[in-house]
């Protein structure tokens, strides 16, 4: 039992609470009953927390440079977490909700009963606050309910402050489909408010140390067969669009009512920070080049995403085949049409771990090995293969670095091979391919090969500057010659989407010329930023 929540059981509710939603992910998805996706709000909910644990996990326990106390300086991170990985509608509200728990609580020397309860209200109000046009029977509802019972507990006793906020969330969940007839309709209670509630149940069990008695399984949406779930909004709008925003608060002001005379279920959160801050944006539009102009004008937009409702219209995922698949993430139309005839699913560069793992489930199959070419998405894999296995999909994945490896290790695959052989000799045929990139330098700097000067040609073999040239052709032969010194019987060739033409043959001639015993294979990548990637096996 706790008197105070400190940073220790800050780092054990957030932990505790993503188990919880992961338990009832399914569930949750479920409960959604709008009839046009815009992603399940179990699954939305799990990848938000997700990244608020990722980025607790990511402190090291160092005491905090910020002036807060430990266990503020760690809902801080919880909150800023959540918001950089907030997916969809009910994500993001979660994410305002954190941020104004955080900041009621990150300069309080000890957080007893009154201040969660004060914490509990400010959250609450950060929530509605961030809705352009709240609705009640909603997760808004939940949260303003658990609220006004932790103040009416009036006690410093935290136990009995998260009993109560917790006592009178379930309450108002329940009553739900009394002020939402699309509830009452299919039956069911709000999704994002049973997803906080989940939340709530976690903090009763850290701050007591019992756990909640678990509520009854809520009952099947009764929605026609043909459709699939919305978390919120009208059908009216096509595309749901979200996107990370680098702006001031007066722009985001601005921001926020060209968004609104544009469609619906918007949203927009930011890290509380003054000056120029970090904001999460989304909303339902049909004209999405004018959602994305409008915060290019309010600011810095990054991390876009833009779903066609339409285009998940698809009949309900399959059950698992028990089947094998592979999946690729690729950048350039040609390296993902070469991974496509080699029989796997493509998933677009720089992908989330809602993407990859939404990936992974549309295979329908059991087992799926992921590869995902570049040292930044291996993390991201990772995540979505941990999110899978709960899910009941066994996948692995193989730390490809670069496209030509994926290409070496889908050559060996062999579906005859227990799933860990298979996988296993995909990861040696990836080792075995060493890669190279070639492109131009950006700005001035020191690497390992020497100091270069914006325009000028680098090759990197491994991920490090191996060759600074002037000629790209010169340069790319002479990577080559320098990885087949160390022996090799094929390269493979991919040209870039700004490579000059005939590039590819030119280098082709030269190890043919120089190495008339290596086979060669050349392909168009369209690959953005290497005029050329190089694989030797």
Same mark, same amino acid.
């Given at each position: ?64 440079? +910020? ?65 352009? #046009? ?167 937009? #990054? ?117 860990? +052989? ?48 002037? +000629? ?25 989407? +700004? ?39």
């Amino acid at each position: 039992m706790l008197d105070t929540l400190d940073a220790a059981a800050v780092r054990r509710w957030c932990a505790s609470g993503l188990a919880a939603l992961k338990r009832h992910q399914g569930e949750i998805d479920d409960l959604n009953v709008y009839p046009v996706p815009d992603g399940d709000t179990g699954t939305n909910l799990v990848l938000t927390l997700t990244s608020a644990q990722q980025a607790l996990a990511m402190d090291l326990g160092t005491l905090p440079d +910020d002036g807060h106390t430990p266990h503020g300086h760690a809902l801080r991170l919880m909150a800023q977490g959540a918001l950089l990985g907030a997916r969809g509608n009910s994500g993001v509200i979660l994410s305002q909700i954190l941020r104004g728990f955080a900041d009621a609580l990150a300069a309080v020397p000890a957080i007893r009963g009154r201040q969660l309860a004060a914490a509990l209200a400010e959250a609450a109000t950060a929530a509605y606050a961030a809705v352009a #046009h709240p609705v009640e029977g909603t997760l808004l509802t939940v949260a303003a309910a658990a609220a006004r019972a932790a103040e009416q507990a009036d006690s410093d006793d935290l136990r009995t402050v998260t009993r109560a906020a917790a006592g009178a969330a379930a309450r108002a969940l329940a009553r739900t489909p009394e002020q939402l007839p699309a509830l009452a309709r299919a039956g069911v209670v709000d999704a994002g408010g049973r997803g906080l509630c989940l939340l709530l149940d976690a903090l009763v069990e850290v701050a007591t140390g019992e756990s909640p008695r678990p509520a009854p399984p809520a009952p099947p949406a009764v929605r026609p067969p043909a459709t699939t779930v919305r978390e919120t909004g009208s059908p009216a709008y096509a595309y749901e669009v979200q996107y990370l925003l680098d702006g001031t608060d007066e722009a985001v002001a601005r921001l926020r009512a060209e968004l609104d005379a544009l469609g619906d279920s918007l949203v927009i959160v930011g890290d509380g920070g003054s000056g120029v801050g970090t904001w999460n944006v989304h909303v339902h539009v049909n004209d999405v080049g004018a959602a994305i102009e409008a915060g290019v004008v309010a600011g810095r937009p #990054h991390r876009i995403t833009v779903t066609r409702f339409a285009d998940q219209l698809a009949p309900p995922q399959a059950p698992l085949s028990g089947g094998r698949a592979a999946v690729v993430v690729a950048a350039g139309a040609g390296i993902a049409e070469l991974f496509a005839a080699e029989g796997a699913s493509v998933v677009p560069a720089n992908p989330s771990t809602g993407e990859l793992l939404d990936a992974i489930r549309a295979t329908g199959a059991a087992r799926v090995v992921v590869l995902p070419n570049d040292p930044n998405t291996q993390s991201v894999a990772s995540a979505a293969a941990q999110e899978a296995h709960g899910l009941g999909v066994k996948v692995s994945v193989v730390p490809t670095r670069s496209p030509v490896q994926a290409l070496a290790a889908l050559a060996v695959r062999d579906a005859s091979r227990r799933f860990s +052989d298979d996988v296993i000799a995909m990861a040696e045929a990836a080792g075995a391919c060493r890669y190279a990139e070639v492109g131009h330098a950006g700005k001035e700097a020191l690497t390992v090969a020497g100091p270069c000067r914006p325009g000028d040609v680098l090759a990197l073999v491994e991920g490090e500057v191996h060759l600074i040239g002037a +000629d790209l052709l010169d340069t790319c032969s002479a990577v080559v010659d320098r990885m087949l010194g160390g022996g090799g019987e094929l390269v493979t060739l991919l040209c870039g989407a +700004d490579a000059p033409a005939g590039l590819a043959d030119r280098v082709r001639e030269h190890v043919e010329r120089s190495w008339p015993f290596v086979e060669v294979q050349a392909y168009e990548g369209g690959q953005p930023h290497y005029p050329l990637l190089v694989g030797v096996e």
